[in-house]
């Protein structure tokens, strides 16, 4: 009788243990393994070097600068998107006619493939024809070269994934400000509560929860950049907008250095745990501040 | 403070006419009710009061000052709401004063009124707790502190009961009504429930989509309903409303037994006799059989059978050992008996019929 209910479970859980096994466990662990090899052109391992491959990233000022800017990116691109999206689900929340357009319109990026959207960013950057330098020239201000400057590279870039993001959060936010109790607001209401009093007592409350889980989709989307990077500024200038996804597709498939890229997908795997974790353990000891 | 409402007209965008021409005068220190069913526009009244939504016709007039255009924080009301309407990361004590601090009430000021108000809903030792951690009872209270530390003299309360179990309900309709006449409140009190209206009102509005059917003492309402929506509201088990005709100064119910009556009407009428209004013993003039019976304890409630189909519910306040096919015979109290036009259903008197002498 246990026999057969074990060998039961065990037929019911098989294709989601094959298809993990396949597509996540086994990567995984090759990946862990690949990170102490040296490999030849094919990506087939050669012989073991134990830490090498790490000692050697770190040791590299090209992968400083990659982690550097792969920060810098995701700390901006998570506030921004974030902070932007919940304003703009504050302001389509509003009882007004024809709002139903506006929502649309704000959450309608999230409808459109990276590729698509990095391309008409493309277009949009271009110092000749892009719209940027075009207002920059009718504002009579000096030209930007937005993806061949180190720092705007990294800004273009930025405000691409922003754009691209915003739409998903956007959509999620919305939802968590139009369920905040109507009779909490009224209570404001009554008693003429200033703006402030009202996002901090009544809204940002409400929606915390939701904003931890935009927060958390949004910053580990922006680890894993790579569609952008590719396509407006292929890591460049200078390596200055070569963030890690990025790093590690050439490391991997241009370099031919399976190994070394491995050890990146490593660090990577484990900053995106570090950051996870952290951001857990602040939700939980809000918690439990709330449980008294 | 009185408040007024004259000719309130609210019509949605659709053309749905929600409130039809409302009048009515709420005396200083009044404790109002407005009862109906839901989607009789009681709500909708007690939004216009408070500003959350603007009339589309109408004055609204709080103590002689008309304020139907002013804002929500400029008409000096404080509001009870139906689900508490707490916010879940403040304190007891932070909710409590948070319009005062809205309004940038003194600091001292404030923590004086909290601490008067906490003695008031006996809720002192709970004010650094969080709603989430407090029952029911207990965050209404919490709701009804906030309300009341304004110092508003006039209070709304949307269905405050509603969310609360019987045993709660009755001891908080206690509370609410007391803490009012002490404090001399003025209060509007929205509920669907008639146990409420009648035993918490000075004064009842019964509405019916977005009409006013009657307005008065709640036992005026009882025992002299204009129409028979408003007897039928009122009273449980419902009142009895049997097909009569009045011919030659005698009214006689459907299964033929006769009353005399006094008045010159003729015709079909509408006979309504509170469950309550029936004596049962063995002497009686009528008979029926018992097709249902509800032991209570302190009294019984039963339906009987009495002929040509009609069924009439009867209330006393003895056990009565009777079992469903029983005959039973009895009479009616006849000064309470009231006689509606069997067309328009409006009331045309009460108690006029007498017994024909046998």
Do not use: C
């Given at each position: 009788m246990h026999k057969r209910q074990n060998l039961l479970a065990f037929g019911l859980l098989f294709p989601s243990i094959l298809v993990l096994g396949t597509f996540v466990f086994y990567p995984m662990i090759k990946t862990f393994w690949l990170s102490t090899q040296t490999t030849d052109l094919m990506g087939n391992p050669i012989n073991s070097v134990g830490f090498k491959n790490f000692t050697n990233l770190f040791n590299s000022e090209i992968f400083r600068t990659s982690i550097t800017v792969t920060l810098i990116f995701v700390l901006v691109t998570t506030v921004v998107t974030v902070v932007l999206a919940y304003w703009l689900a504050i302001l389509a929340s509003s009882k007004l006619k024809g709002i139903g357009f506006f929502r649309t319109i704000f959450s309608a990026t999230m409808g459109i493939s990276v590729t698509v959207a990095s391309i008409l960013w493309l277009f949009m950057f271009n110092p000749q024809i892009g719209m940027f330098s075009r207002i920059l020239a009718f504002l009579h201000l000096p030209d930007i070269n937005w993806l061949s400057d180190p720092v705007w590279a990294l800004v273009a870039i930025i405000g691409t994934t922003v754009?691209?993001?915003?739409?998903?959060?956007?959509?999620?936010?919305?939802?968590?400000?139009?369920?905040?109790?109507?009779?909490?607001?009224?209570?404001?209401?009554?008693?003429g509560a200033s703006k402030w009093l009202r996002l901090t007592k009544i809204t940002l409350p409400a929606t915390e929860p939701t904003v931890f889980f935009v927060t958390v989709v949004t910053l580990i989307n922006?680890?894993?950049?790579?569609?952008?990077?590719?396509?407006?500024?292929?890591?460049?200038?200078?390596?200055?907008?070569?963030?890690?996804?990025?790093?590690?597709?050439?490391?991997?498939?241009?370099?031919?250095?399976?190994?070394?890229?491995?050890?990146?997908?490593?660090?990577?795997?484990?900053?995106?745990?570090?950051?996870?974790?952290?951001?857990?353990?602040?939700?939980?000891?809000?918690?439990?501040?709330?449980?008294? | 403070m009185s408040i007024k409402l004259q000719h309130l007209k609210k019509t949605y965008d659709n053309g749905e006419e929600v409130l039809t021409d409302i009048n009515t005068v709420i005396e200083d220190g009044q404790f109002y009710v407005l009862v109906g069913a839901s989607g009789s526009g009681k709500s909708t009244i007690l939004n216009a009061v408070a500003g959350?939504?603007?009339?589309?016709?109408?004055?609204?007039?709080?103590?002689?000052k008309d304020v139907t255009n002013l804002p929500p924080k400029d008409r000096n009301l404080a509001m009870v709401f139906q689900n508490y309407a707490?916010?879940?990361?403040?304190?007891?004590?932070?909710?409590i004063v948070f319009g005062l601090k809205a309004r940038h009430v003194d600091k001292n000021i404030q923590q004086e009124r909290l601490a008067e108000v906490l003695d008031a809903v006996h809720l002192?030792?709970?004010?650094?707790?969080?709603?989430?951690?407090?029952?029911?009872?207990?965050?209404?209270?919490?709701?009804?502190?906030?309300?009341?530390?304004?110092?508003?003299k006039v209070v709304l309360m949307d269905e405050p009961l509603s969310n609360l179990d019987a045993k709660l309900r009755a001891e908080m309709r206690r509370e609410i009504r007391s803490l009012q006449q002490a404090l001399g409140l003025t209060v509007i009190y929205v509920t669907?429930?008639?146990?409420?209206?009648?035993?918490?009102?000075?004064?009842?509005?019964?509405?019916?989509?977005?009409?006013i059917e009657q307005i008065g003492a709640p036992l005026d309402l009882y025992n002299h309903p204009v129409n028979t929506f408003v007897a039928d509201f009122f009273g449980s088990p419902a009142i009895n409303l049997l097909d009569a005709t009045i011919a030659?100064?005698?009214?006689?119910?459907?299964n033929g037994h006769s009353f005399k009556f006094n008045q010159t009407?003729?015709?079909?009428?509408?006979?309504?006799?509170?469950?309550?209004?029936?004596?049962?013993?063995?002497?009686?003039?009528?008979?029926?059989?018992?097709?249902?019976?509800?032991?209570?304890?302190?009294?019984?409630?039963?339906?009987?059978?009495?002929?040509?189909?009609?069924?009439?519910?009867?209330k006393v306040s003895e056990q009565l050992l009777l079992n469903v096919g029983d005959d039973v015979r009895f009479d009616v109290v006849l000064d309470q008996m009231m006689l509606f036009d069997a067309k328009t259903e409006q009331l045309l008197s009460v108690g006029q019929a007498e017994n024909i002498a046998v």
């Open positions: 754009w691209m993001n915003l739409g998903f959060s956007f959509l999620i936010l919305l939802g968590a400000v139009q369920a905040i109790p109507e009779d909490l607001y009224q209570v404001a209401d009554l008693n922006a680890f894993q950049t790579f569609g952008q990077v590719d396509i407006l500024t292929a890591g460049g200038p200078d390596y200055h907008t070569n963030l890690l996804v990025y790093s590690i597709y050439q490391d991997a498939f241009v370099n031919h250095a399976v190994g070394r890229a491995s050890a990146e997908s490593v660090v990577l795997t484990v900053i995106i745990m570090v950051v996870t974790f952290i951001q857990f353990y602040l939700n939980k000891r809000k918690a439990a501040r709330y449980a008294d | 959350f939504i603007p009339v589309t016709e109408g004055q609204i007039l709080i103590g002689d707490l916010m879940p990361n403040l304190t007891v004590a932070e909710n002192t030792e709970y004010q650094h707790k969080r709603p989430t951690n407090l029952s029911g009872g207990q965050r209404q209270r919490v709701s009804l502190a906030r309300a009341l530390v304004s110092d508003a669907h429930d008639q146990t409420e209206a009648m035993t918490m009102g000075d004064k009842v509005m019964l509405l019916n989509q977005g009409k030659n100064s005698k009214l006689t119910l459907g009407l003729e015709g079909p009428v509408k006979v309504g006799i509170r469950p309550e209004n029936v004596h049962i013993y063995p002497g009686g003039s009528m008979n029926g059989k018992v097709t249902f019976v509800e032991p209570l304890g302190d009294g019984t409630n039963l339906a009987v059978d009495i002929g040509a189909g009609q069924l009439m519910r009867m």
